[in-house]
């Protein structure tokens, strides 16, 4: 799948809590390719979420570079997208009207936004809820609304934070396999965010271990499973041997 | 305030409503006129001599109309003008700590003087005309607006501003899509309290020096000894705060669809 075209690189990258300015990240350095799919797993604090968002360009970094599709400032949803981990669809908008935000805030006719939206929809297979309001949903189907605002604008980095956390443990394999299909079918680049290391290593071609204090890449485990994959895989002794090669390198950080 | 949840099931609660308001007004005016059995009307009229001296107020249209619009008048135009300042100035404000924080002491002073100690000196200072009245309403529904306002722009979700940043939102888009609505419920509770304050600021007003209003009508009937006809002064001044609170019922049903009862 990998193309060798470089989606993301951080080379030597630092950056400092806001209030007290300790170092949260330091010499952080990683390559996603385009069309891999990678996850980030590290202790709670490790900084991961804020990699995330040094990434998006919301963050910037005290020291090192960060360049998504070879540029050092990115913007806009057409490029690079974000599922958060709690959804974050405004409340006072319809399914489909939330969906539709990245294209309306691009000045995108009105016309066009409502049919790329309900085609995103059908992507992450959320059909039949377009008018209802975010509250109205389950907490699956609010992330599989996020996914679509997120697959909207057809943005080639796909950032995702945790997206799974939240949701009870059938609701987020479905996901699993969802986000999967959506791979296939796109070619989407994926980095996700993870504290779960079975979903980290189900769904990843390579899966990057941190650490804090400061947070940092301490190294990272190939995932050389054939695609597409299916639940039963986690059964397998090699899926449980990558599982463990990952909880080694967990232990390994906080020695 | 729509949109709570209800716990049980929603055909019986709604059976429940329809008897209960009639039921309870009922019980009410039948406690009024027993206890009114023990006192002489001029200390607790019974509800029927009331009724019969609102039907002699209400029935000199040119009186009641006059009074009864003075005071809406004078309510609903300091609402509106209190309200109109209020709310970009409270954008302002959110956007300016600084300048909050200089300002919020005088504020709270303002707001910390009962309204009836400060209709006085509006009077003075504006005349026994409605300018002051319509001022004291004004006054009063700015700070409650100001406040909710402030606090409801400042309580946008810091995640979702980083969200439509990603986005690519501009920093007017974020005000409209974001800002806003998120400071919408805010200020509609805001709205609300202001509209209540400005009725009692425009009779406040009236209290302080007038020739015309409810609130010169409640001061006339004290002086003449009517406690029915102040009953009477009392009755048309709930039935205003209630056409106010209807208003706001309506206008946060119509502005908020994603807060109403499924």
Redesign the interface.
């Known amino acids: 799948m990998a193309s060798g075209e470089k989606v993301v690189e951080v080379i030597d990258l630092a950056s400092a809590f806001e209030d007290d300015g300790l170092p949260e990240l330091a010499g952080v350095n990683l390559q996603i390719d385009a069309g891999e799919i990678i996850s980030l797993v590290g202790p709670s604090g490790c900084g991961k979420s804020t990699l995330l968002r040094l990434i998006a360009g919301v963050l910037r970094p005290t020291a090192g570079e960060i360049k998504v599709f070879g540029e050092n400032k990115i913007t806009g949803w057409t490029r690079l997208s974000l599922v958060p981990q709690d959804a974050l669809l405004l409340p006072w908008r319809t399914v489909l009207d939330n969906v539709r935000l990245p294209l309306e805030l691009s000045a995108s006719k009105k016309e066009d936004t409502y049919l790329r939206a309900r085609e995103a929809l059908a992507l992450a297979n959320l059909t039949g809820v377009e008018d209802k309001y975010p509250h109205q949903l389950s907490g699956g189907m609010k992330q599989r609304a996020a996914l679509a605002r997120a697959l909207v604008g057809q943005a080639r980095l796909l950032l995702l934070d945790e997206p799974f956390a939240a949701l009870d443990a059938i609701t987020r394999s479905q996901l699993h396999l969802e986000l999967l299909r959506i791979w296939e079918r796109t070619g989407i680049t994926v980095l996700l965010v993870t504290h779960n290391i079975f979903e980290a290593v189900f769904l990843s071609h390579r899966v990057l271990v941190m650490r804090e204090k400061p947070g940092r890449v301490i190294g990272e485990v190939r995932i050389d499973l054939d695609f597409p994959r299916s639940l039963k895989l986690v059964g397998t002794t090699e899926f449980g041997r990558l599982v463990g090669q990952v909880q080694e390198l967990l232990e390994e950080g906080w020695g | 305030m729509p949109g709570k949840v209800r716990g049980k099931s929603g055909l019986m609660s709604r059976y429940y409503e329809y008897f209960l308001l009639p039921v309870g007004l009922a019980g009410f005016l039948y406690l009024w006129e027993y206890l009114s059995g023990f006192y002489d009307p001029f200390i607790l009229p019974s509800p029927r001599l009331v009724l019969e001296r609102s039907l002699e107020f209400f029935n000199q249209p040119q009186l009641f109309f006059m009074h009864f619009l003075t005071t809406l008048g004078e309510a609903g135009g300091g609402f509106c003008l209190g309200a109109l300042i209020a709310l970009p100035v409270s954008y302002f404000l959110a956007k300016n700590p600084v300048l909050e924080r200089l300002l919020t002491p005088y504020f709270v002073g303002i707001q910390a003087v009962p309204i009836v100690a400060l209709a006085p000196l509006l009077v003075i200072w504006f005349g026994f005309g409605i300018a002051s009245k319509v001022l004291v309403a004004a006054l009063i529904t700015f700070f409650s607006v100001l406040t909710t306002g402030i606090a409801g722009l400042r309580s946008t979700?810091p995640?979702?501003r980083?969200?439509?940043?990603?986005?690519?939102?501009?920093k007017w888009?974020i005000f409209f899509?974001?800002e806003f609505?998120s400071a919408?419920p805010y200020i509609f509770s805001g709205l609300r309290l202001g509209g209540a304050l400005a009725v009692i600021g425009a009779v406040s007003g009236e209290f302080a020096g007038a020739g015309k209003g409810l609130g010169y009508i409640v001061n006339f009937a004290r002086g003449s000894f009517d406690t029915p006809l102040l009953f009477a002064a009392i009755i048309a001044l709930a039935v205003l705060g209630i056409g106010f609170y209807l208003l706001f019922f309506i206008a946060e049903y119509l502005a908020?669809?994603?807060k109403r009862r499924?």
Do not use: C, H, S, Y
């Not at chain 2, 980083?162 to 501009?170: D, P, Q, R, V």
């Open positions: 979700d995640r979702l980083e969200l439509l940043a990603i986005m690519g939102a501009t888009q899509r974001l609505p919408l908020m669809p994603w499924r």
